[in-house]
């Protein structure tokens, strides 16, 4: 991010110019009480994260992912998740393009899912995202994790400074946004743009004191923000995300006079151009694979979907119903809250929030902040219908799930609110009277909560112990609203320390209770890996349970089960009407899942009843739950190898991954490259998919690719003996290199650019 130099030119420059803007003085790693505070809150992040960090539990998913593990418990009942996607779509997909990156490969295919698709243009892999390349390492999501909280909450901090919020509040403030409730529950991809917010927002600070200065340059942090949001892979939180920078450039752009608005659309429009420069190869080859993909509900449906009423109370009381999916109710209620929650936001944060709406200065950003606030929450919850319609009216907001992905730009936004009023009732900028009478409102609000979350925790069935998660949490959110309204009272240091402490407190707690649920000890039995890698070649297996979908590309396996999104239309076709008639293709993960009806035949029904499919798509081995017996399905299916969570059957009869009929014989090198010695000219067969971006090559010449079977490749090969080859790339994508480098090239000159210059220009 920025460097030293660049700091101590850019964070005096904080809008209003107070005289203490000065105190921010020289940015000297060895001096700056900066420094220390950014240590503080590094320290905070780390504390918050300690029973991962001193193995009380373990965060890796690849034990549960895989199914190949033996139950685990944790430290408290529930999980540390609430999206298993964490694991075989973060984990393995990021995995397997940490391990191209590595060994030289550009990530953009994947042929260990399905019959292959594509990895970069999948979006959720993250496959260009620097910080997946701690996938490739043991627990490295967990490492990855990490990471993105610190670069959040550091970014944070900057940002409150900037802001000139003291140092204790901008501390407090960052550890909130670090240790957040969308980094706290949702630990899948949609996790990695959040922690860019706060730079982009901190560019646009930049941007704008370069335009009060009239310096050149001051966007450079924009561009590299945004990019990397669009590079972490999740378009729908880096999209709500864009959102709040959107919002906090009008602000900056009602803050100066006419010619300071010009010269700041400039820097805002050439930061942004940069960034889409140097996002390039991902936007390119994500863009070309849409047209070609299923989306599911995000065809423009997914903002219609709401959190139900009866899951507010979770919101302010993460816990009311009790640690993540601990409990349950024969109404299936607890069930829809944690399928459809994203996080929550701190109460302390939230209160203080409002609190800053009474105090003055910065109106104009409260304001903006909290219709944010108040439109995200109404998108979320459905509720007022006129409002929850705003948002998703926007381009492209109807194809956004705000309710799961809001939580992080609404978090930003009321930590930044929330500091705004610790400095504003230290300093006075609050009656007591209506500090007052806020807190008794805030005390209902907890009171009416409580009602309400009683409504669901009384039909739980945990016994007594969800009751006493339900009064914790209850007691927890009026202590820290009583605690809030008694500092309110107070001015100066007082006041500041005890609310900074409490915003700390507060977020940090709420976020090291999912920590808990986490496994205390994890043992892979790696028995199936090891037979398929042994005995499994350039065919595919399909699994009824162990080794989940997706993981069988952590260890170079290819696996015909999927679940991710989007995919290819063509697959998804393919598994509707001539794998499982009965499943969701987004799920085809070969257990009782997959979305299919209780009275729907079971996969495995579906798999003899389909045998011949399955084997015409190159599946060679089947994987079932130990003790469950296949029929012999035409002679073909055999139980070749017994291991403790898994038991192997082989097809006698699967298809050859490349094939050409009689007269010709194929010596294969891997999945791309084919030695064949035909007889007579033949069409080669290779089972893979059928998609824009593939070439293939006889001896060096180009040759068409055809499409076979409604979706593999095939082309034509002469007699004799030849080399035939396969490559992948996206269309487009050479340019979109050159976008990068270009894109490069000019934020480098953005970055590098004299300070001092009358004639401002937006580079």
Same mark, same amino acid.
């Given at each position: 991010?920025?460097?030293?130099?660049?700091?101590?030119?850019?964070?005096?420059?904080?809008?209003?110019? +107070?005289?203490?803007?000065?105190?921010?003085?020289?940015?000297?790693?060895?001096?700056?009480?900066?420094?220390?505070?950014?240590? #503080?809150?590094?320290?905070?992040?780390?504390?918050?994260?300690?029973?991962?960090?001193?193995?009380?539990?373990?965060?890796?998913?690849?034990?549960?992912?895989?199914?190949?593990?033996?139950?685990?418990?944790?430290?408290?009942?529930?999980?540390?998740?609430?999206?298993?996607?964490?694991?075989?779509?973060?984990?393995?997909?990021?995995?397997?393009?940490?391990?191209?990156?590595?060994?030289?490969?550009?990530?953009?295919?994947?042929?260990?899912?399905?019959?292959?698709?594509?990895?970069?243009?999948?979006?959720?892999?993250?496959?260009?995202?620097?910080?997946?390349?701690?996938?490739?390492?043991?627990?490295?999501?967990?490492?990855?994790?990490?990471?993105?909280?610190?670069?959040?909450?550091?970014?944070?901090?900057?940002?409150? +400074?900037?802001?000139?919020?003291?140092?204790?509040?901008?501390?407090?403030?960052?550890?909130? $946004?670090?240790?957040?409730?969308?980094?706290?529950?949702?630990?899948?991809?949609?996790?990695?743009?959040?922690?860019?917010?706060?730079?982009?927002?901190?560019?646009?600070?930049?941007?704008?004191?370069?335009?009060?200065?009239?310096?050149?340059?001051?966007?450079?942090?924009?561009?590299?923000?945004?990019?990397?949001?669009?590079?972490?892979?999740?378009?729908?939180?880096?999209?709500?995300?864009?959102?709040?920078?959107?919002?906090?450039?009008?602000?900056?752009?009602?803050?100066?006079?006419?010619?300071?608005?010009?010269?700041?659309?400039?820097?805002?429009?050439?930061?942004?151009?940069?960034?889409?420069?140097?996002?390039?190869?991902?936007?390119?080859?994500?863009?070309?694979?849409?047209?070609?993909?299923?989306?599911?509900?995000?065809?423009?449906?997914?903002?219609?979907?709401?959190?139900?009423?009866?899951?507010?109370?979770?919101?302010?009381?993460?816990?009311?119903?009790?640690?993540?999916?601990?409990?349950?109710?024969?109404?299936?209620?607890?069930?829809?809250?944690?399928?459809?929650?994203?996080?929550?936001?701190?109460?302390?944060?939230?209160?203080?929030?409002?609190?800053?709406?009474?105090?003055?200065?910065?109106?104009?950003?409260?304001? =903006?902040?909290?219709?944010?606030?108040?439109?995200?929450?109404?998108?979320?919850?459905?509720?007022?219908?006129?409002?929850?319609?705003?948002?998703?009216?926007?381009?492209?907001?109807?194809?956004?799930?705000?309710?799961?992905?809001?939580?992080?730009?609404?978090?930003?936004?009321?930590?930044?609110?929330?500091?705004?009023? =610790?400095?504003?009732?230290?300093?006075?900028?609050?009656?007591?009277?209506?500090?007052?009478?806020?807190?008794?409102?805030?005390?209902?609000?907890?009171?009416?909560?409580?009602?309400?979350?009683?409504?669901?925790?009384?039909?739980?069935?945990?016994?007594?112990?969800?009751?006493?998660?339900?009064?914790?949490? =209850?007691?927890?959110?009026?202590?820290?609203?009583?605690? =809030?309204?008694?500092?309110?009272?107070?001015?100066?240091?007082?006041?500041?320390?005890?609310?900074?402490?409490?915003?700390?407190?507060?977020?940090?707690?709420?976020?090291?209770?999912?920590?808990?649920?986490?496994?205390?000890?994890?043992?892979?039995?790696?028995?199936?890996?090891?037979?398929?890698?042994?005995?499994?070649?350039?065919?595919?297996?399909?699994?009824?349970?162990?080794?989940?979908?997706?993981?069988?590309?952590?260890?170079?396996?290819?696996?015909?089960?999927?679940?991710?999104?989007?995919?290819?239309?063509?697959?998804?076709?393919? #598994?509707?009407?001539?794998?499982?008639?009965?499943?969701?293709?987004? $799920?085809?993960?070969?257990?009782?899942?997959?979305?299919?009806?209780?009275?729907?035949?079971?996969?495995?029904?579906?798999?003899?009843?389909?045998?011949?499919?399955?084997?015409?798509?190159?599946?060679?081995?089947?994987?079932?739950?130990?003790?469950?017996?296949?029929?012999?399905?035409?002679?073909?299916?055999?139980?070749?190898?017994?291991?403790?969570?898994?038991?192997?059957?082989?097809?006698?009869?699967?298809?050859?991954?490349?094939?050409?009929?009689?007269?010709? #014989?194929?010596?294969?090198?891997?999945?791309?490259? #084919?030695?064949?010695?035909?007889?007579?000219?033949?069409?080669?067969?290779?089972?893979?998919?059928?998609?824009?971006?593939?070439?293939?090559?006889?001896?060096?010449?180009?040759?068409?690719?055809?499409?076979?079977?409604?979706?593999?490749?095939?082309?034509?090969?002469?007699?004799?003996?030849?080399?035939?080859?396969?490559?992948?790339?996206?269309?487009?994508?050479?340019?979109?290199?050159?976008?990068?480098?270009?894109?490069?090239?000019?934020?480098?000159?953005?970055?590098?650019?004299?300070?001092?210059?009358?004639?401002?220009?937006?580079?």
């Amino acid at each position: 991010m920025a460097t030293a130099g660049q700091l101590n030119r850019e964070l005096p420059h904080g809008g209003h110019g +107070r005289a203490r803007t000065a105190s921010l003085g020289r940015f000297e790693p060895r001096a700056h009480p900066d420094v220390w505070a950014m240590l #503080v809150v590094v320290a905070i992040v780390l504390i918050a994260n300690l029973p991962y960090l001193a193995g009380l539990t373990d965060p890796n998913p690849l034990g549960p992912g895989t199914a190949l593990s033996v139950d685990s418990v944790g430290l408290i009942r529930g999980a540390n998740t609430l999206d298993p996607t964490d694991g075989y779509i973060t984990q393995a997909l990021g995995h397997q393009a940490a391990a191209d990156v590595l060994n030289g490969r550009l990530p953009l295919w994947n042929p260990y899912e399905g019959v292959g698709m594509p990895l970069l243009g999948e979006g959720q892999s993250a496959a260009l995202f620097p910080p997946t390349l701690l996938l490739a390492i043991a627990n490295g999501q967990f490492w990855e994790d990490l990471l993105l909280e610190l670069i959040a909450g550091l970014g944070c901090y900057l940002v409150l +400074r900037r802001l000139e919020c003291r140092r204790t509040t901008s501390v407090a403030g960052a550890a909130a $946004f670090g240790v957040s409730g969308a980094f706290a529950w949702l630990a899948t991809t949609a996790f990695n743009p959040i922690a860019f917010l706060p730079w982009a927002v901190l560019g646009l600070e930049q941007a704008h004191a370069a335009s009060v200065d009239r310096r050149r340059g001051g966007w450079w942090l924009i561009s590299v923000a945004l990019a990397l949001s669009l590079y972490a892979g999740f378009p729908e939180s880096a999209y709500i995300d864009g959102l709040v920078v959107f919002a906090w450039f009008l602000w900056r752009c009602g803050c100066g006079d006419r010619e300071q608005l010009l010269r700041l659309v400039r820097k805002a429009v050439a930061g942004a151009v940069a960034a889409l420069l140097l996002a390039a190869p991902f936007l390119v080859t994500f863009a070309g694979a849409l047209p070609h993909e299923y989306v599911g509900f995000h065809n423009g449906h997914a903002s219609a979907l709401v959190m139900p009423a009866f899951a507010f109370p979770q919101l302010l009381l993460p816990y009311v119903y009790g640690p993540v999916m601990a409990f349950s109710d024969a109404s299936g209620t607890l069930t829809r809250i944690w399928g459809y929650a994203g996080g929550f936001v701190s109460i302390a944060a939230a209160f203080l929030a409002v609190l800053s709406l009474l105090a003055s200065g910065r109106r104009g950003l409260k304001l =903006i902040l909290a219709v944010f606030v108040v439109l995200a929450l109404s998108t979320v919850y459905g509720d007022p219908p006129l409002l929850r319609s705003v948002l998703p009216a926007l381009p492209g907001g109807s194809s956004v799930a705000f309710y799961r992905y809001s939580f992080g730009a609404i978090t930003f936004s009321l930590v930044v609110l929330a500091a705004l009023a =610790i400095d504003g009732l230290a300093a006075g900028e609050v009656r007591r009277r209506r500090a007052t009478v806020a807190t008794a409102a805030a005390l209902a609000v907890v009171a009416l909560l409580a009602y309400e979350a009683h409504k669901v925790v009384v039909g739980l069935d945990g016994g007594a112990s969800h009751s006493r998660w339900a009064w914790a949490q =209850i007691a927890w959110g009026a202590g820290v609203v009583l605690a =809030i309204g008694a500092c309110a009272v107070w001015r100066g240091r007082v006041a500041r320390y005890g609310l900074a402490l409490i915003v700390t407190l507060d977020a940090s707690l709420m976020f090291a209770i999912h920590e808990l649920s986490a496994p205390t000890a994890e043992h892979l039995y790696r028995q199936p890996i090891a037979y398929l890698q042994a005995h499994l070649g350039e065919q595919r297996f399909f699994t009824l349970g162990p080794l989940a979908p997706n993981y069988g590309g952590y260890w170079r396996l290819a696996s015909l089960n999927d679940i991710d999104l989007p995919l290819p239309s063509s697959w998804t076709r393919y #598994v509707s009407h001539r794998l499982d008639n009965y499943v969701n293709p987004v $799920f085809f993960v070969g257990n009782d899942g997959g979305g299919r009806s209780l009275s729907a035949p079971t996969p495995t029904e579906e798999l003899v009843r389909h045998l011949g499919s399955y084997e015409a798509a190159g599946v060679s081995y089947v994987l079932t739950p130990p003790g469950q017996r296949l029929p012999r399905a035409r002679g073909a299916l055999r139980l070749v190898r017994r291991t403790p969570l898994a038991w192997i059957y082989h097809l006698d009869s699967a298809t050859p991954y490349f094939s050409a009929g009689s007269g010709c #014989v194929l010596i294969p090198h891997g999945l791309q490259t #084919v030695r064949s010695s035909c007889s007579h000219s033949a069409r080669l067969v290779r089972l893979e998919l059928f998609f824009p971006g593939w070439r293939a090559a006889v001896d060096g010449r180009c040759v068409p690719i055809h499409r076979v079977d409604d979706i593999f490749q095939s082309v034509t090969v002469p007699s004799g003996s030849h080399t035939v080859s396969f490559s992948y790339v996206p269309p487009d994508f050479d340019l979109s290199v050159l976008g990068l480098l270009l894109g490069a090239v000019w934020v480098v000159v953005g970055a590098i650019a004299p300070l001092p210059h009358r004639r401002l220009s937006a580079s």
